[in-house]
């Protein structure tokens, strides 16, 4: 499976940007689906994660009320609406199918990983 990310870029603190993550096949519509995130010198982060039918979700703290993660089955997308970014939102975002149909927080429980899409928000 091949994942492609797209929708990063430069945005004010307080704005709104929205992350698209297309699969290149059906497979990952039986599976989780999350969003990680890496800034330099610290490990890769958990963002948010949701069930293969889009019913349950779970949430890093850091963004709880502020990102919301969906999905489309038919296109074999996940999304991360990320609003009232902050500064230390800045990271490279990474999509990935879990190797379950449920959520994790953990990044060991995911198999297909995208290239990754830049998120800069400034101050």
């Known amino acids: 499976v091949q994942l492609q990310a797209s929708g990063g870029g430069l945005m004010q603190a307080g704005g709104t940007l929205r992350l698209s993550c297309t699969a290149s096949r059906r497979t990952a519509s039986n599976n989780g689906m999350g969003w990680f995130r890496r800034t330099p010198g610290k490990e890769r982060e958990f963002v948010a994660a949701?069930?293969?039918?889009?019913?349950?979700?779970s949430y890093a703290d850091s963004v709880k009320g502020r990102f919301t993660i969906s999905r489309d089955n038919a296109k074999n997308a996940v999304y991360l609406q990320m609003n009232s970014l902050k500064p230390e939102d800045t990271a490279v975002y990474y999509c990935a199918v879990s190797l379950f149909a449920g959520t994790s927080m953990l990044s060991q429980n995911y198999r297909y990983w995208g290239q990754g899409t830049l998120v800069t928000v400034s101050s």
């Open positions: 949701i069930d293969w039918r889009g019913s349950a979700t």
